[in-house]
């Protein structure tokens, strides 16, 4: 940068300040930026301003460049909680009268700048008390490349300004809440600890924000610190981003927050893609690896007898169905594999939904609502949890597995009109069986409905995969969902029950009779797959041998852990820790997920191990070895 300029923008309504942000930029963008902040003033949600300044220098050549102070997110719930948490870290960094300090906070409001005070003696240094201390002449290094120049970003702003404080003479900290009265986030900020963002530090709505600069050193460096704070031009580098904020308009604020407190505390999520058909080994970004991730248990989402079916089926019905159930998008697949899912149920009747997830939803809601009461496990899966909400029926939460529990609850809602007992068959993701017996003979003889969801049972529990009911040798529950999205290898919901129930559900459940049918690709395949479970019941033995061997192993290795279906959990506990643990395993070529809250509760994540019949010995044995070796480390 050779010529170098700076370019200010400040509006004000009446005298009142309504916006004001600064820019450093080559002389090549000085009048798109400055046209940019004057919008920008325009736009203001303060009101529009009836005056405004813009003021462009040109600076010396050699500015100062800085690297931005390393940032750190603290979630906390309230702004006790936050106040709290910034005077903690204030104490951390050697200050003394924090106490004080915070009720100082307070009185910055009505200030234009930054209050300069002693962190000894907490006197007031600045020249102009009613103004305060500015920071300018600073700008993020790389917001022209970002195209963020002229955009309000709080996030940034705050940064820019929180390094170039940290790098004055003599100030060894700062606090900072803003005055906008949706940003409730502010922060604690010195060289040491950096830039820690605290979440909430204000009530949502309240106008007053402020900062404190704080001084330790002679009285006679004050001059200098203020001549840095105020004329000294900085350029910073490396202002982290929230990548997908950057040029977001500020009613997305709240949304960038959000994701950035999930990301702090070890929670935020992406989409990885999988190269090539689902299976035991996988293609991720450009390197293979071992999946154990995959709820294909029976590795029939590639068999080429699924695959063609599907193919044919597009060939035959096209790829979407072109309408609901009810009206135009029923079609001979669908109405094959309805009957085909009965048969190898045992239910009388069958209803297909587009996913498992509306399958739980759409029974749930359809059997109770307002007056009615659900008791649902604790450790249901989110589409069992969703469907009771949406359902309207007052919801039980009973132990999990507590059969004793269900018993005792069921006993104390008599007065409720209908009641439904639900659970998951096999817990997605603690891979345990539900005591199917003890649960019909309670809710029997409550005469409740019961409903079982099989989505990670069919296909891997019961001799030849048909569910619990063939494991224990025992009755179906009223109700009973599995997904053809699984074991069966292709994608879709259903719910089996008594020819009375699925006509009750084909006519009064929501997410059927609004939801354009699944394709007949899904359903052919979905069909095929069944067909090939059945006629190779090898491939339920071959999964439950895979599962025996890894459990054996890890225990050979001292890790024990439960190995009743195919889903084998690791529980490490903390979010981060789990992560880590995922991304070891990943470095030596496995994709073992971590899994965390909401899924799981807070502070019980896990690596949650995914089985397959295709995974060889030679596989499970490294895996379970490196697993081991990683949670030892
Ligand atoms: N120099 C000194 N003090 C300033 C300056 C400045 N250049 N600009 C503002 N202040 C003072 C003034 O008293 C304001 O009322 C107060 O700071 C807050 O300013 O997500 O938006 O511009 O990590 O409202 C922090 C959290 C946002 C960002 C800070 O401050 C994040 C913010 P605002
Ligand atoms: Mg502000």
Redesign the pocket.
Same mark, same amino acid.
């Given at each position: 940068m050779s010529e170098t300029y700076s370019v200010k923008m400040r509006a004000s309504s009446d005298g009142r300040h309504v916006s004001g942000a600064e820019k450093i930029v080559p002389v090549g963008s000085v009048s798109k930026v400055a046209s940019r902040l004057v919008e920008r003033a325009l736009s203001h949600e303060r009101g529009t301003p009836d005056f405004i300044n813009v003021k462009i220098e040109s600076l010396s050549s050699d500015i100062l460049r800085l690297k931005a102070l390393p940032v750190m997110t603290h979630v906390v719930a309230t702004p006790a909680e936050g106040r709290a948490l910034a005077a903690r870290l204030l104490a951390e960094a050697g200050i003394a009268n924090v106490d004080e300090i915070m009720v100082r906070f307070s009185e910055?409001h009505s200030? =234009? @700048? %930054?209050m300069l005070l002693d962190a000894d003696t907490l006197e007031r240094l600045e020249p102009d008390q009613s103004r @305060?201390? =500015? %920071?300018?002449y600073m700008d993020d290094a790389a917001a022209l490349a970002k195209g963020t120049a002229g955009v309000k970003n709080?996030?940034a702003e %705050?940064i820019v300004?929180a390094t170039k404080v940290q790098n004055a003479p003599n100030i060894i900290a700062e606090i900072?809440v803003? *005055? *906008?009265p949706d940003?409730v986030?502010?922060?604690v900020a010195t060289r040491e600890l950096g830039y820690r =963002?605290i979440t909430v530090l204000k009530e949502k709505g309240d106008p007053n @924000? @402020? =900062?404190i600069f704080l001084y330790r050193g002679p009285r006679d460096g004050v001059a200098k610190t203020i001549e840095f704070l105020e004329k000294t031009p900085v350029l910073v580098d490396d202002v982290p981003t929230l990548s997908c904020a950057a040029n977001a308009p500020r009613r997305f604020d709240g949304l960038a927050d959000a994701l950035d407190a999930r990301q702090a505390a070890g929670l935020s999520r992406r989409c990885r893609t999988l190269e090539g058909p689902t299976g035991p080994t996988a293609i991720v970004d450009g390197r293979e690896l071992v999946v154990f991730a995959s709820n294909d248990y029976l590795d029939l989402a590639r068999d080429p007898r699924v695959v063609k079916a599907a193919a044919d089926a597009a060939n035959e019905f096209g790829a979407g169905s072109g309408g609901a159930r009810l009206t135009t998008g029923t079609q001979p697949p669908h109405v094959r594999l309805e009957s085909a899912l009965a048969k190898f149920k045992g239910s009388e009747a069958v209803l297909l939904y587009g996913t498992g997830y509306m399958a739980n939803v759409g029974a749930i809601s359809a059997l109770v609502g307002k007056g009615d009461v659900v008791l649902s496990d604790e450790l249901n899966h989110a589409s069992i949890i969703d469907g009771c909400r949406l359902s309207g029926a007052d919801v039980l939460v009973y132990r999990h597995g507590d059969m004793e529990d269900l018993d005792r609850k069921l006993g104390a809602c008599r007065e409720h009109r209908r009641r439904l007992a639900v659970s998951d068959g096999v817990f997605s993701m603690d891979g345990d069986i539900l005591d199917l017996p003890r649960f019909l003979e309670v809710t029997r003889r409550h005469d409740v409905f019961s409903m079982v969801d099989e989505a990670h049972a069919t296909g891997v529990v019961g001799c030849t995969g048909r569910g619990l009911a063939e494991h224990f040798g025992c009755e179906l529950p009223d109700v009973l969902m599995g997904t053809l999205s699984k074991a069966l290898g292709s994608e879709g919901g259903f719910v089996c029950g008594s020819k009375l129930l699925v006509e009750y559900l084909r006519n009064m459940s929501r997410p059927f009779i609004f939801s354009t049918a699944p394709g007949a690709p899904a359903m052919a395949a979905a069909l095929a797959a069944l067909e090939v479970l059945v006629a190779e019941p090898g491939r339920v033995a071959k999964l439950r041998e895979n599962i025996a061997l890894f459990v054996s192993e890890l225990a050979r290795h001292g890790v024990s852990v439960r190995g009743e279906t195919a889903i084998v959990p690791v529980v490490v506990g903390d979010e981060k820790k789990a992560l880590a643990a995922s991304a070891a395993l990943e470095e030596l070529g496995f994709l073992v997920p971590a899994i965390r809250y909401p899924t799981v509760a807070r502070g019980a994540a896990r690596l949650r191990v995914a089985l397959m019949s295709a995974h060889t010995p030679e596989q499970l044995r490294a895996a379970a070895s490196s697993l081991a070796k990683i949670l030892k480390s």
């Amino acid at each position: 940068m050779s010529e170098t300029y700076s370019v200010k923008m400040r509006a004000s309504s009446d005298g009142r300040h309504v916006s004001g942000a600064e820019k450093i930029v080559p002389v090549g963008s000085v009048s798109k930026v400055a046209s940019r902040l004057v919008e920008r003033a325009l736009s203001h949600e303060r009101g529009t301003p009836d005056f405004i300044n813009v003021k462009i220098e040109s600076l010396s050549s050699d500015i100062l460049r800085l690297k931005a102070l390393p940032v750190m997110t603290h979630v906390v719930a309230t702004p006790a909680e936050g106040r709290a948490l910034a005077a903690r870290l204030l104490a951390e960094a050697g200050i003394a009268n924090v106490d004080e300090i915070m009720v100082r906070f307070s009185e910055t409001h009505s200030l =234009r @700048g %930054a209050m300069l005070l002693d962190a000894d003696t907490l006197e007031r240094l600045e020249p102009d008390q009613s103004r @305060g201390v =500015r %920071a300018t002449y600073m700008d993020d290094a790389a917001a022209l490349a970002k195209g963020t120049a002229g955009v309000k970003n709080h996030y940034a702003e %705050a940064i820019v300004l929180a390094t170039k404080v940290q790098n004055a003479p003599n100030i060894i900290a700062e606090i900072c809440v803003s *005055d *906008d009265p949706d940003y409730v986030t502010g922060y604690v900020a010195t060289r040491e600890l950096g830039y820690r =963002r605290i979440t909430v530090l204000k009530e949502k709505g309240d106008p007053n @924000g @402020g =900062r404190i600069f704080l001084y330790r050193g002679p009285r006679d460096g004050v001059a200098k610190t203020i001549e840095f704070l105020e004329k000294t031009p900085v350029l910073v580098d490396d202002v982290p981003t929230l990548s997908c904020a950057a040029n977001a308009p500020r009613r997305f604020d709240g949304l960038a927050d959000a994701l950035d407190a999930r990301q702090a505390a070890g929670l935020s999520r992406r989409c990885r893609t999988l190269e090539g058909p689902t299976g035991p080994t996988a293609i991720v970004d450009g390197r293979e690896l071992v999946v154990f991730a995959s709820n294909d248990y029976l590795d029939l989402a590639r068999d080429p007898r699924v695959v063609k079916a599907a193919a044919d089926a597009a060939n035959e019905f096209g790829a979407g169905s072109g309408g609901a159930r009810l009206t135009t998008g029923t079609q001979p697949p669908h109405v094959r594999l309805e009957s085909a899912l009965a048969k190898f149920k045992g239910s009388e009747a069958v209803l297909l939904y587009g996913t498992g997830y509306m399958a739980n939803v759409g029974a749930i809601s359809a059997l109770v609502g307002k007056g009615d009461v659900v008791l649902s496990d604790e450790l249901n899966h989110a589409s069992i949890i969703d469907g009771c909400r949406l359902s309207g029926a007052d919801v039980l939460v009973y132990r999990h597995g507590d059969m004793e529990d269900l018993d005792r609850k069921l006993g104390a809602c008599r007065e409720h009109r209908r009641r439904l007992a639900v659970s998951d068959g096999v817990f997605s993701m603690d891979g345990d069986i539900l005591d199917l017996p003890r649960f019909l003979e309670v809710t029997r003889r409550h005469d409740v409905f019961s409903m079982v969801d099989e989505a990670h049972a069919t296909g891997v529990v019961g001799c030849t995969g048909r569910g619990l009911a063939e494991h224990f040798g025992c009755e179906l529950p009223d109700v009973l969902m599995g997904t053809l999205s699984k074991a069966l290898g292709s994608e879709g919901g259903f719910v089996c029950g008594s020819k009375l129930l699925v006509e009750y559900l084909r006519n009064m459940s929501r997410p059927f009779i609004f939801s354009t049918a699944p394709g007949a690709p899904a359903m052919a395949a979905a069909l095929a797959a069944l067909e090939v479970l059945v006629a190779e019941p090898g491939r339920v033995a071959k999964l439950r041998e895979n599962i025996a061997l890894f459990v054996s192993e890890l225990a050979r290795h001292g890790v024990s852990v439960r190995g009743e279906t195919a889903i084998v959990p690791v529980v490490v506990g903390d979010e981060k820790k789990a992560l880590a643990a995922s991304a070891a395993l990943e470095e030596l070529g496995f994709l073992v997920p971590a899994i965390r809250y909401p899924t799981v509760a807070r502070g019980a994540a896990r690596l949650r191990v995914a089985l397959m019949s295709a995974h060889t010995p030679e596989q499970l044995r490294a895996a379970a070895s490196s697993l081991a070796k990683i949670l030892k480390s």
